[in-house]
């Protein structure tokens, strides 16, 4: 049977209120690995975020790094949390990830405060352990409210639905679109059936490391038209009879999944088993 190890990673800044449950969520996460490694890129915050990752950090020597950022950050979230996932990509191959076939990340408030349904991501890994893989080098989760539509690009749903006036009718129908895509791969397949897609994430995804770790994050939206087909957006502007408009920042994991696809064929997939039960 193959050994599964993998990084455990994730950014964190004023997140006091959540951390002690996504912390436990990861210390039984880290249970289902052969072998594990925790990294935590923190940003300076205004509460005692650091010193519950450093108390974590005594319980688990020589298994947790925490990279800590600059203490000015800037005025556009995104590109903030697209620097810290940066950092952790390049803390990874600091470390050395030959042996570390997944990565991990994680977001660290609230959405990864609740239960987590270990079972449902035991299924992935136990096929990965016995050399069956499932068709994804992306795998991010359903959940009982899909959260996430910012990351999500779903055909004919293609680009940002914060880059359109509408943002509520947009929002709707990529809902709608990304339930009835989920509903047809169960019928496909109850146990493994995966949802293809752009980009994903709903945070939480898995990944083949070798797969995206030459990739970076990106926030400016431009830097991702630079990579992405025009007819490809307009695919979406037709979808939601709306042309997009002029702003300048986009959902970090976009760029980071198109790039490894174009780059890597990495295949972007959404299960639609829900990892977290609320």
């Not at 688990?60 to 203490?71: A, D, F, L, S």
């Not at 950092?87 to 990565?103: A, M």
């Not at 496909?188 to 709903?202: E, K, R, T, Y």
């Not at 920042?249 to 890597?264: G, K």
Request: with cysteine; glycine share 4%; charged share 25%.
């Amino acid at each position: 049977m193959k050994p599964i190890k993998s990084y455990i990673c994730g950014c964190t800044y004023n997140v006091e209120p959540y951390l002690e449950k996504v912390l436990k969520n990861i210390q039984h996460l880290s249970e289902i690995f052969d072998d594990y490694y925790i990294i935590f890129s923190h940003d300076d915050s205004e509460d005692n975020t650091l010193t519950l990752l450093e108390n974590f950090m005594m319980e688990h020597p020589g298994k947790m790094k925490i990279v800590k950022g600059n203490k000015q950050l800037g005025d556009i979230r995104t590109q903030n949390i697209a620097n810290a996932r940066n950092k952790i990509l390049y803390t990874i191959k600091e470390l050395g990830f030959q042996d570390f076939d997944y990565f991990i990340m994680m977001d660290m408030d609230d959405v990864n405060a609740g239960k987590m349904n270990l079972p449902v991501i035991n299924t992935f890994i136990d096929s990965e352990r016995n050399e069956e893989p499932l068709p994804w080098d992306s795998l991010s989760f359903n959940r009982v409210i899909y959260y996430d539509l910012w990351a999500l690009s779903i055909e004919p749903y293609t680009f940002s639905c914060n880059h359109y006036n509408n943002v509520r009718k947009v929002k709707h129908l990529m809902v709608q679109r990304v339930k009835d895509a989920m509903g047809q791969s169960i019928l496909q397949d109850p146990n493994h059936g995966l949802v293809p897609c752009i980009s994903a994430f709903n945070g939480f995804a898995i990944y083949r490391t070798k797969k995206f770790i030459n990739i970076n994050y990106e926030w400016n939206v431009h830097k991702t038209l630079t990579i992405y087909p025009k007819y490809i957006i307009d695919q979406m502007s037709r979808a939601v009879c709306e042309q997009p408009i002029n702003r300048h920042d986009d959902c970090e994991h976009r760029y980071f999944h198109i790039r490894a696809s174009q780059l890597s064929n990495a295949r972007i997939c959404i299960s639609p088993m829900c990892l977290f039960q609320s």
